[in-house]
């Protein structure tokens, strides 16, 4: 067994601290890896605070992680000691259903579903009566070591520093899925509904793919920081600018992070174009279905991406030179940062440096 020191959340109501448990030595097909960077999503608040209903405690969050290979199973192909490695949302899924089999292992079929790398499968044992992976629960980045099967490691491109990869990992597949899946090309008009840590990300994209962008946020601060990273930017509000938008994009993404009216959006959509969801993952308001059926639209959602595409993407923003925008923490201010994501504070991202989990340790 391998001691560890994380940080965790022990109630829906209690604050992230340091939470120290084993993990097992690596299997035959599993590495080790040293945690260097590790990104802050919101959804590790969303699950930290239970708000999804499926939290369990103890919660060590963290799913948008680079690190260094320590060890390796003997069994090991893909990955060296000394490779510098990612790992994303998920560390594991039944690998035999029709998704798994078509390289979707994000959409696994299993009763479980596929395993999350923190809070244990996506469907637990107490709503389906079983577990195929035996474990009820995992522990994700905020810690200083992992251990995971290869096929579920990605390699960081030598181009991306580690600690701009880390939130490439989820913000970065979570867009470019979508993006790519409903055939995004140069010359596409493509709108982007809000400018957080995946909105941004998701222009930044979609640009480097040859496509117009256009952001709508809800604050005019917003505005001028869309216009410092290239975009075009309106307000959600903005009657008159939606009106003069209307039946004018091939595609639109929301990356909002809950609950949100998205009919005035619909209205934007060229007849045959998709707006698809990604950032609220709960019932939303009604849609009037005049607008989507009077033009073929489409709503849509997409989540994470697979395996393949996560590579994929890791290396088209390294390709392309692009990245998220990153504010470095030490481990020992994840609660103010917390307060701060809550609060539409943060430009854009957070990203750990776990060197600071050393002081936790006396190293």
Not at 223 to 233: P, Q, R, S
Not at 278 to 301: C, H, S, W, Y
Not at 313 to 336: K, S, T, W, Y
Request: hydrophobic residues 40%.
């Amino acid at each position: 067994m391998i001691k560890v020191t994380g940080y965790a959340a022990k109630h829906s109501f209690s604050r992230l601290k340091k939470y120290e448990f084993e993990r097992e030595d690596a299997k035959a097909h599993e590495v080790e890896i040293e945690v260097l960077y590790c990104g802050v999503c919101h959804s590790d608040i969303h699950q930290v605070k239970n708000e999804w209903h499926n939290t369990v405690y103890p919660c060590v969050p963290g799913h948008e992680i680079v690190g260094r290979v320590t060890k390796v199973g003997p069994a090991v192909r893909k990955h060296a000691v000394g490779d510098l490695v990612g790992v994303g949302c998920m560390i594991d899924s039944c690998g035999q259903c029709e998704a798994c089999a078509s390289g979707d292992q994000n959409y696994c079929m299993a009763p479980n579903s596929w395993l999350a790398t923190y809070n244990g499968p996506m469907q637990p044992k107490s709503k389906v009566g079983e577990n195929i992976y035996g474990r009820d629960n995992t522990f994700g980045g905020y810690s200083n070591m992992l251990v995971v099967k290869e096929d579920f490691v990605l390699k960081i491109p030598a181009q991306l520093k580690p600690e701009v990869a880390a939130p490439i990992l989820c913000a970065g597949v979570t867009t470019y899925s979508p993006l790519k899946h409903w055939g995004v090309k140069a010359g596409d008009k493509v709108g982007i509904i809000g400018m957080g840590g995946l909105g941004h990300m998701a222009a930044k994209i979609a640009k480097a793919m040859g496509a117009e962008v256009t952001m709508f946020t809800r604050t005019r601060e917003k505005i001028e920081e869309a216009n410092k990273l290239g975009f075009d930017a309106v307000i959600e509000d903005d009657k008159q600018a939606l009106k003069d938008l209307e039946a004018s994009f091939d595609f639109m993404l929301s990356t909002v992070p809950e609950k949100h009216d998205i009919n005035n959006y619909v209205q934007l959509l060229k007849r045959n174009a998709a707006l698809v969801l990604v950032g609220a993952l709960e019932p939303m308001a009604p849609v009037d279905n005049m607008q989507v059926a009077f033009k073929r639209r489409t709503v849509a959602g997409s989540l994470i991406g697979n395996l393949a595409e996560t590579q994929e993407v890791l290396d088209f923003c390294a390709e392309h030179n692009i990245g998220p925008e990153i504010e470095i923490i030490r481990m020992q201010d994840i609660n103010d940062a917390y307060n701060k994501v809550e609060k539409g504070d943060v430009r854009f991202r957070y990203v750990i440096d776990m060197a600071s989990l050393k002081e936790e340790m006396g190293e």
